[in-house]
């Protein structure tokens, strides 16, 4: 979609406020949305004519972002326990993406945005595989194990926060220690 500056921060606003606003209730209707994004109902019939389409693209822009920033945080560099700091920092740092995708998905993807959650299960997959080839991480139980650990413990912290029980600056730390726990080598 090509926009002007104004109208790319519009898009974007719409999108994010819908990520804070579905991450929390999959329910909200479109004009709770609009409020959040500082912007009429109609502004965002504009951008996206119905429910569906905002969800549709806001689910291809959630995968974007959670993939862009596990790249960012530098797979394959350092050893497996910094890599893994790394991505569930970024995680949490998209943490409105990944409640929004657990709550909204349902296992059904586009194939465009199969292909990419398809990408972001690749590297953490690999990260865990090295870590268990290296002994950093538990070699007796399967990477797709350790990885639906990353995801829960993840998603459980993320969660936590929206109810109150922790502070977002401080659930990293706890997710962190949560998952060493879990997946490092015994």
């Keep these: 979609m090509d926009l002007s500056p104004?109208?790319?921060r519009t898009y974007r606003?719409?999108?994010?406020?819908?990520?804070?606003?579905?991450?929390?209730?999959?329910?909200?209707?479109?004009g709770r949305?609009?409020?959040?994004?500082g912007v009429g109902r109609a502004t965002i019939h504009r951008y996206f004519p119905d429910r569906k389409r905002l969800q549709s693209a806001l689910v291809s822009d959630s995968w974007d972002a959670l993939h862009t920033a596990i790249v960012e945080a530098a797979p394959g560099t350092g050893s497996v326990l910094q890599v893994i700091d790394r991505i569930v920092t970024a995680m949490v740092h998209v943490g409105d993406r990944v409640l929004?995708?657990?709550?909204?998905?349902g296992g059904s993807l586009s194939n465009a945005d199969a292909s990419i959650a398809g990408a972001v299960d690749e590297i953490l997959i690999a990260e865990i595989e090295r870590g268990q080839q290296d002994g950093e991480l538990d070699a007796t139980v399967p990477a797709q194990w350790i990885e639906r650990m990353v995801w829960s413990i993840v998603y459980t912290g993320l969660h936590a926060v929206g109810d109150g029980l922790v502070a977002r600056h401080g659930v990293d730390d706890l997710i962190r220690w949560s998952l060493r726990g879990a997946i490092s080598a015994r």
């Excluded at 606003?13 to 479109?30: F, G």
């Design 6 to 8: 104004q109208r790319q």
């Design 13 to 30: 606003a719409i999108l994010d406020a819908a990520a804070r606003e579905w991450a929390q209730d999959p329910a909200v209707d479109l």
């Design 33 to 37: 949305i609009a409020a959040a994004a």
């Design 100 to 105: 929004f995708l657990f709550a909204t998905t």
